[in-house]
């Protein structure tokens, strides 16, 4: 099994930035794609960020250029900068990675979610 655990959510101005971390752990061989998803309140999980093995990213449109998506391969980490944050920020936000396990199986894998919240 593989665990996901992010860290860093919390409550900021409008304007502000925070910075999320996202920890995998457990039977790993390799991790392939990490990415950054949210859900607002009333709404669908929408794709924040995405970066490949081989450091390639990939932004939503309404991110692009105050979002930083990167990672770490040793520590199996992967990482969002927030900065110029806007109240429709404000969403529960979720880590996922694609995981190839020692025995080839391939699976995706969540993180139970932090929750950035932006003020006006």
């Known amino acids: 099994q593989v665990q996901l655990v992010e860290s860093g959510g919390g409550l900021v101005q409008a304007g ?3 910075r999320l971390s996202c920890a995998a752990s ?3 061989f ?3 794609a ?3 998803y949210r859900q607002a309140p009333g709404k669908q999980r929408e794709l924040v960020a ?3 093995s081989d450091g390639t990213t990939n932004y939503a449109d309404s991110v692009k250029g105050r979002f930083t998506i990167s990672r770490d391969q040793l520590k199996n980490a992967v990482y ?6 806007k109240p429709e920020d404000t ?6 990675a694609e995981v190839v396990h020692i025995n080839s199986y391939i699976r995706e894998y969540w993180g139970k979610g932090t929750l950035v919240t932006v003020s006006s």
């Open 26 to 28: 457990g039977s790993i």
């Open 50 to 52: 995405t970066i490949s």
């Open 30 to 32: 390799m991790l392939n």
């Open 16 to 18: 502000g930035s925070l």
């Open 34 to 36: 990490m990415g950054w």
């Open 91 to 96: 969403a529960v936000y979720y880590c996922n």
């Open 80 to 85: 969002l900068q927030m900065s110029s944050l």
